[in-house]
Antibody, heavy 123, light 113 residues
Framework: EVQLVESGGGLVQPGGSLRLSCAAS????????MHWVRQAPGKGLEHVSA????????YYPNSVKGRFAISRDNSKNTLYLQMGSLRAEDMAVYYC????????????????WGKGTTVTVSS | DIVMTQSPDSLAVSLGERATINCKSS????????????LAWYQQKPGQPPKLLIY???TRESGVPDRFSGSGSGTDFTLTISSLQAEDVAVYYC?????????FGPGTKVDIK
């Protein structure tokens, strides 16, 4: 069964750091680009980062650029999101998701999603 | 950046009736070299992650019931549920993947009337 399982969420103070993990199983992890997408309480979906199949290329929107870092360990079938300088507006459920696309260097739509891990930013 | 909008914000439809959700992009997501629209639709039920329904604007994901269909091109797109079932109560999002930042619409909530 194709599966993504996130972990690492929790309560962190403003300005603090947190590392999220996403364990992949049931597919050849190294052949897919991967994403992190977040959803603030009662709000819509926001894309926060992407990484290429080999980890060499990453993408961040302006909202998290310089504060978040996505990475992957293909030998461990695991995706990571290192989050720093956390703000109240970063509080959300964070989903990891698999990219369906075929072309290297491009990002497409997301065909497999984890159940998410919750990040709470509060003093 | 491409901005995605959706209408209506919410709608209530009787069981067995048609539900229509609109999605508009601030610029075309049609890639001329392959004539594909870089637009996907997702369904999110309460307490669950999103689920891919449609990609390339009109290609149904494997396992998705054929009452779900996508149409449109360029900047205007539609998700249609031909005969609403109780299990279709959810929020529906469109997403463009024509360019980064990848953008989602704000969502349309579908309920039973």
């Amino acid at each position: 069964e194709v599966q993504l399982v996130e972990s690492g969420g929790g309560l962190v103070q403003p300005g603090g750091s947190l590392r999220l993990s996403c364990a992949a199983s049931g597919f050849t992890f190294s052949t897919y680009a991967m994403h992190w997408v977040r959803q603030a309480p009662g709000k819509g979906l926001e894309h926060v980062s992407a990484v290429s199949r080999d980890g060499a290329s990453t993408y961040y929107p302006n909202s998290v650029k310089g504060r978040f870092a996505i990475s992957r360990d293909n030998s461990k079938n695991t995706l990571y999101l290192q989050m720093g300088s956390l703000r109240a507006e970063d509080m959300a459920v964070y989903y990891c998701a698999r990219d369906r696309g075929a072309a290297a260097g491009m990002y497409y739509y997301m065909d497999v999603w984890g159940k998410g891990t919750t990040v709470t930013v509060s003093s | 950046d491409i901005v995605m909008t959706q209408s209506p914000d919410s709608l209530a439809v009787s069981l067995g009736e048609r539900a229509t959700i609109n999605c508009k992009s601030s610029q075309s997501v049609l890639y001329s070299s392959n004539s594909k629209n870089y637009l996907a639709w997702y369904q999110q039920k309460p307490g669950q992650p999103p689920k891919l329904l449609i990609y390339w604007a009109s290609t149904r994901e494997s396992g998705v019931p054929d009452r779900f269909s996508g149409s449109g091109s360029g900047t205007d797109f539609t998700l249609t549920i031909s005969s609403l079932q109780a299990e279709d109560v959810a929020v529906y999002y469109c997403q463009q993947y024509y360019s980064t930042p990848l953008g989602f619409g704000p969502g349309t909530k579908v309920d039973i009337k």
